[in-house]
């Protein structure tokens, strides 16, 4: 079983919204409580890229290009990280990733986000 398992993608239009999930299965809820999460993006032929990290406390921090439009939160309880994803643009397409902000576990397949223009 993975370790980090991430859905929700999907294609949209320039405006729209999408939900993405992380999910830690295999992590056992004391271990996952106390982490610093966070979303990764990787444009085609780009390096993957920061996005948002909310700390176990929730605290949450975001790059500008989001900033207004992406929402990072956490449900403890089932071991998953979400990104609520609104005003998608075409700059927004690629594939995103979760991990800790040490990149300390071992990377999910991710899922696909493609906004058409």
């Known amino acids: 079983q993975a370790q980090l398992v991430e859905s929700g993608g999907g294609l949209v239009q320039a405006g729209g919204s999408l939900r993405l999930s992380c999910k830690a299965p295999r992590m056992i809820t004391s271990t996952f409580n106390p982490l610093t999460m966070a979303w990764y993006h990787q444009a085609p032929g780009k390096q993957r890229e920061l996005v948002a990290s909310?700390?176990?406390?929730?605290?949450?921090n975001y790059v500008d290009s989001v900033k207004g439009r992406f929402t990072i939160s956490r449900d403890n309880s089932r071991k998953t990280v979400y990104l609520q994803m609104d005003n998608l643009q075409f700059e927004d397409t690629g594939v995103y990733y979760c991990?800790?902000?040490?990149?300390?576990?071992?990377w999910g397949q991710g899922t696909q986000v493609t906004v058409s223009s």
């Open positions: 991990n800790t902000i040490a990149r300390d576990l071992h």
């Open positions: 909310i700390t176990g406390s929730r605290g949450t």
